[in-house]
């Protein structure tokens, strides 16, 4: 089952196998790269004739950024506050947000897992990552990866509950980017 | 006649195979160690294989035919980007690789896309110094069609394969297609991706096949593993080569890992037990493939005799 709410590709000409590949090849790089549960619905729309490719998508509720709370717990000490590190995964964006928040001097590492700031502040809301960046970023990797490899006048608008991607041998004109947008639309209201 | 066979083993006591196979008059064509494992690939005169067979069995070690042993296959994709690789270009070349074939992966610097594949002359006669090409395809039957001119120029037999199923009589100028392995983003792990490689495998070996029969016509005037044999003896500084296989087979020469320049001449005098000189059995020229000299031995009817 596909863990998306829509799923659709359709590919021009006699391409049933390409269009059947496809989906299967984007389920494994979305699954690789971790992106399959942000994406709500996608369509994708392939013409080998012309030759492009285009991907629709929408996406599911925004992310928000990782804070300090996020990623341990946040304890006052006697001398500033403790932070006790869960998820390493981030340990090195949460040195960075620290030190340039309170300064290095400010900031020990006394054990792996433990991190104390000398401030009477606490850094629980300190922002330590962008996800939502982190994770257009991956996507915009993602699409182009998807995308047959000679394809290589791309455009990608992204907004912020949407992206919209195509990639083509040919230089894009403005005639071609509207009669896919349309083709998108036909599928989106099939 | 020589059976390509593949010794796999312990390495105690793995120079009685090497003996055993020089005293029947066979050749060592490749040997890989790997920490206590020894994987050795022999051509043994088929009359007595079953006594290399029965020391085989004594040694515990496992003697399987490789059908490709002693040939070079190129592995062609059409870029060396993440859309060809990892998966299938190295499955379909680890594949060959455990069936005895010396495989070159090959990335077309122009490849991509539809209407804009290219292929340039160099590499084209890069590949044409090989035995035979597998050329990697994806899955959109349209491009699989419209990218033969890729390999159209080149003269050894062209395995190509792709996703679809498409007729033989759509791709002329394919040995074979071989169909259900296009661009996919896994590792062959199922029995029928296995099963597709092991097509693959076949249809190589069909091919070099066609290429050894037309040999048998006008026969070499010697083989390439005893033309690998005297390089190695009489040139020795083959054996300081950085390459993994410093001396490649082919089914109508050898590929020798030395710089052409400084040792085309030290190759040209290898002398055979006969008296006759190698430079004057066979073609020695500079390989496309790095500085190396590639060694191609004429036919009996260009020098008269078989020896």
């Known amino acids: 089952m596909d863990p998306m709410e829509v799923f659709k590709i359709e590919v021009t000409g006699q391409e049933e196998f390409g269009a059947k590949k496809y989906r299967e090849l984007i389920m494994d790089i979305l699954q690789d790269l971790g992106l399959i549960r942000s994406i709500g619905r996608l369509y994708v729309y392939v013409d080998i004739h012309k030759p492009f490719f285009a991907v629709y998508g929408l996406l599911r509720s925004g992310i928000p950024p990782l804070t300090v709370k996020d990623v341990g717990d946040v304890l006052r000490v006697a001398g500033g506050y403790q932070v006790k590190i869960n998820d390493e995964e981030h340990m090195a964006d949460l040195l960075r947000a620290l030190w340039e928040r309170y300064g290095r001097e400010r900031v020990e590492q006394p054990a792996r897992d433990i991190v104390i700031i000398a401030s009477d502040t606490s850094p629980s809301e300190l922002m330590v990552a962008d996800l939502e960046a982190e994770f257009l970023q991956d996507l915009t990797d993602a699409l182009v990866r998807v995308a047959p490899e000679g394809f290589r006048n791309r455009r990608n608008i992204m907004t912020k509950d949407s992206f919209f991607f195509i990639a083509a041998e040919e230089s894009l004109t403005p005639v071609m980017v509207s009669e896919i947008k349309g083709k998108i639309r036909e599928m989106e209201n099939a | ?307």
């Open chain 2, 1 to 307: 006649m020589l059976e390509p066979v593949m010794f796999t083993g312990g390495l105690y006591k793995h120079d009685l195979v090497v003996e055993l196979v020089e005293d029947l008059g066979g050749y060592i064509l490749q040997r890989n160690l790997t920490q206590t494992e020894i994987i050795l690939l022999i051509l043994v005169p088929s009359e007595d294989l079953a006594v290399l067979q029965a020391l085989a069995k004594e040694l515990r070690g496992e003697l399987v035919r490789a059908p490709l042993a002693g040939t070079e296959v190129a592995v062609v994709t059409p870029t060396l980007a993440i859309h060809h690789l990892p998966h299938t270009a190295c499955d379909i070349a680890e594949y060959l690789r455990r069936h005895g074939s010396k495989t070159n992966m090959l990335g077309l610097a122009r490849g991509v896309g539809r209407e804009i594949a290219q292929i340039n002359e160099y590499e084209t006669a890069l590949i044409n110094e090989h035995d035979a090409a597998v050329f990697i395809f994806g899955n959109f039957q349209e491009c699989i069609k419209k990218k033969e001119s890729l390999y159209r120029n080149i003269s050894v037999p062209v395995v190509v394969t792709g996703g679809p199923e498409i007729e033989a009589k759509e791709l002329p100028y394919a040995f074979e297609y071989v169909p259900a392995i296009g661009r996919v983003a896994h590792r062959a792990r199922k029995a029928t991706e296995i099963g597709t490689l092991d097509r693959i495998v076949e249809s190589v070996g069909r091919a070099l096949d066609k290429t050894r029969s037309s040999i048998a016509k006008d026969p070499l005037t010697t083989s390439p593993p005893r033309v690998m044999d005297s390089v190695r003896e009489q040139v020795p500084d083959v054996q300081f080569s950085y390459s993994p296989l410093p001396i490649a087979l082919n089914l109508t020469g050898v590929r020798v890992k030395l710089p052409y320049s400084a040792f085309k001449d030290a190759v040209k005098a290898v002398t055979f037990d006969e008296g006759v000189k190698l430079g004057e059995i066979a073609t020695i020229k500079p390989s496309r493939m790095k500085d190396y000299i590639l060694v191609r031995i004429l036919s009996a009817s260009e020098t008269g005799f078989v020896f």
